[in-house]
C-alpha cells in the first residue's frame, strides 16, 4: 500500500517528517464508457446492391422450396396449401422489400415506414424458415433437398439482414 492511508481515526492525527516532505495525493480513477450506435439502412451503394441481390436470390430459394412442397406426397394437402400460401406471401413481401430497398438513399437512415416494412418482411420469412423446418424434418422426402435449400436460405437471409443494418 503507498501513499498515506487513514482508516477510522477517533481523535487526533499527527505527522511529522525527519527533514523531508510529507505528501498525499487522491486516488484517480479512470472509467472509459464505448457507445456502439447501430445505424440502420445502406452504408454504401454496394451494400444496396447486394442486398437487392440477396432478396432475389432467396425468393428464388423459396420458389424452390415452394416446389418441393408441392410435390410432396407424405405431407398433408391441407398442410401443403397453407404452406404454399405462406410461401406465395413471403415471395411477394420480399419483392415489395426489394423494391423499396432499391430506392433508399446510402449513409442515411430510413424512414420508420420503410425501415418497418422491410424488416418485418425479412423478420416473417425467418419466422416462416423455422416453422417450414419443423415441418420439414418429419418428411424423410423433404428434408434432404428442402432441408438444405431451408438452411442456405436461413444463411442468406441472415446476411441480407445485416447488409441493411439489421442484427
Known amino acids: 500500500m503507498s501513499g498515506i492511508n487513514f482508516s477510522n481515526v477517533s481523535g487526533n492525527v499527527s ?4 527533514g523531508g516532505d510529507i505528501v498525499g495525493g487522491d486516488k484517480v480513477t479512470t472509467t472509459t ?24 436470390e432467396l425468393r428464388k430459394q423459396l420458389r424452390a422450396i415452394k416446389s ?28 415489395t422489400a426489394k423494391e423499396e430497398a432499391a430506392k433508399l438513399p446510402t449513409q442515411q437512415q430510413p424512414s420508420k415506414d420503410k425501415q418497418q416494412a422491410i424488416e418485418g418482411s425479412l423478420k416473417a420469412v425467418g419466422v416462416f424458415l423455422d416453422d417450414a423446418a419443423k415441418i420439414v424434418d418429419k418428411t424423410s422426402h423433404l428434408a434432404d433437398r428442402t432441408g438444405v435449400l431451408l438452411k442456405k436460405s436461413g444463411s442468406l437471409l441472415l446476411s441480407t439482414r445485416h447488409l441493411f443494418g439489421l442484427p
Open 68 to 95: 418441393d412442397i408441392e410435390d410432396a406426397e407424405e405431407v398433408d394437402e391441407d398442410q401443403r396449401d397453407e404452406l404454399t400460401m405462406q410461401l406465395m406471401q413471403q415471395i411477394k413481401a420480399l419483392k
Open 15 to 18: 505527522i511529522q517528517s525527519g
Open 33 to 56: 464508457t464505448t457507445t456502439t450506435t447501430t445505424t440502420i439502412g445502406f452504408q454504401q451503394e454496394q451494400d444496396k446492391q447486394q442486398f437487392v441481390e440477396q432478396v432475389e
